[in-house]
């Protein structure tokens, strides 16, 4: 193994072996071998998902692990039994746990009790494996991303979280643009600010943080859990629309993201999400790449 047994924010990896996962998640299949031969990877998902469960699957098989999907109901953390049981029990079986959770401090305790490798799908606190993807898109689409820019129009949520920390890593310069009450707190920004070589900056103008950016992304205004909240959500967001004209204002370049399900005509127009500056498929599809080589790393490819 790679020494790294937990991955819960994007923050666990650090800079070098950040670019190392990068490295290996842009590798052929066949040059990574197969470091899960014969082991189980548990993947525990409250949260049901599209893109993350069909890439972690997959990504498991191409490294000969197999993998097991559990919904939240079936194993019921704190609800049927304690976290510390559940991932006692899962290390057992399986050399790596991945859980998609409501509570990141669930995720923690998974780490704490340390009876396996774990690994965050996502939480309320973070998104990193959607982050990994996102900078693997951005380094196929620029080289070397020291030095580039990268927008994000919307709410400060776990996805701009993690997206945020990955790109400081590698250097680039973050640009956040998000209205009151959603945004990122001073204390948050000065945290960021440590990160790595890049610098962050926020602003309620989503054309500040646009106007010559190299990649801009977006995220549903309305996330799972909160639709109780729809209708103030999407009238204080009614402004952060990404559409055409948003858009032109970014470098000549720019490339427009989102890590989907996306709602076409509220947090971006259909002309920018089915347009040619569009990379949301390719981002998606690198889900799979980037989930291989993190699990590649973690087991210990190099």
């Given at each position: 193994?790679?020494?790294?047994?937990?991955?819960?924010d994007?923050?666990d990896?650090?800079?070098?072996?950040?670019?190392?996962?990068?490295?290996?998640?842009?590798?052929?299949?066949?040059?990574?071998?197969?470091?899960?031969?014969?082991?189980?990877v548990?993947?525990?998902?409250?949260?049901?998902?599209?893109?993350?469960?069909?890439?972690?699957?997959?990504?498991?098989?191409?490294?000969?692990?197999?993998?097991?999907?559990?919904r939240?109901?079936?194993?019921?953390?704190?609800?049927?039994?304690?976290?510390?049981?559940?991932?006692?029990v899962?290390?057992?079986?399986?050399r790596?746990?991945?859980?998609?959770?409501?509570?990141?401090?669930h995720l923690?305790?998974?780490?704490?009790?340390?009876?396996?490798?774990?690994?965050?799908?996502?939480?309320?606190?973070?998104?990193p494996?959607?982050?990994?993807?996102d900078?693997?898109?951005?380094?196929?689409?620029?080289g070397?991303?020291?030095?580039?820019?990268?927008?994000w129009?919307?709410?400060?949520?776990?996805?701009?979280?993690?997206?945020s920390?990955?790109?400081?890593?590698?250097?680039?310069?973050v640009?956040?643009?998000?209205?009151?009450?959603?945004?990122?707190?001073?204390?948050e920004?000065?945290?960021?600010?440590?990160?790595g070589?890049?610098?962050?900056?926020?602003?309620?103008?989503?054309?500040?943080a646009v106007?010559?950016?190299?990649a801009?992304?977006?995220?549903?205004?309305?996330?799972?859990?909160?639709?109780?909240?729809?209708?103030?959500?999407?009238?204080a967001f009614?402004e952060?629309?990404?559409?055409?004209?948003?858009?032109?204002?970014?470098a000549?370049?720019?490339?427009?993201?989102h890590?989907?399900?996306?709602?076409?005509?509220?947090?971006?127009?259909?002309?920018v999400?089915?347009?040619?500056r569009?990379?949301?498929?390719?981002?998606?599809?690198?889900?799979?790449?980037?989930?291989?080589?993190?699990?590649?790393?973690?087991?210990?490819?190099?």
């Amino acid at each position: 193994m790679s020494g790294l047994r937990a991955m819960l924010d994007i923050t666990d990896l650090g800079a070098d072996a950040l670019r190392e996962v990068l490295d290996l998640s842009r590798r052929p299949i066949v040059e990574l071998g197969r470091p899960l031969e014969g082991d189980g990877v548990a993947l525990v998902f409250e949260k049901p998902s599209n893109r993350t469960r069909h890439s972690m699957e997959m990504a498991v098989v191409q490294l000969g692990g197999h993998p097991v999907y559990t919904r939240g109901e079936e194993v019921g953390l704190d609800s049927r039994e304690p976290v510390e049981d559940v991932i006692r029990v899962l290390a057992g079986y399986h050399r790596i746990v991945a859980a998609r959770v409501f509570d990141h401090g669930h995720l923690v305790r998974m780490r704490d009790a340390d009876v396996t490798t774990v690994v965050n799908l996502l939480s309320d606190r973070s998104h990193p494996m959607q982050a990994l993807a996102d900078v693997l898109t951005m380094s196929r689409e620029f080289g070397d991303l020291s030095g580039r820019t990268v927008a994000w129009v919307g709410d400060y949520n776990n996805v701009a979280r993690s997206l945020s920390e990955a790109s400081l890593l590698l250097g680039m310069e973050v640009r956040l643009a998000c209205p009151d009450g959603y945004h990122a707190s001073v204390e948050e920004l000065e945290r960021l600010s440590r990160l790595g070589s890049g610098s962050v900056t926020q602003s309620a103008d989503p054309r500040v943080a646009v106007t010559g950016a190299h990649a801009v992304h977006t995220d549903t205004w309305v996330s799972m859990g909160q639709e109780d909240d729809a209708a103030v959500r999407r009238a204080a967001f009614a402004e952060y629309t990404v559409d055409g004209a948003l858009m032109e204002a970014a470098a000549t370049e720019a490339i427009f993201m989102h890590c989907m399900p996306a709602y076409r005509g509220l947090e971006v127009t259909a002309e920018v999400f089915d347009g040619p500056r569009s990379r949301v498929i390719e981002q998606a599809h690198d889900r799979m790449h980037a989930a291989r080589g993190l699990l590649a790393y973690m087991a210990g490819a190099r």
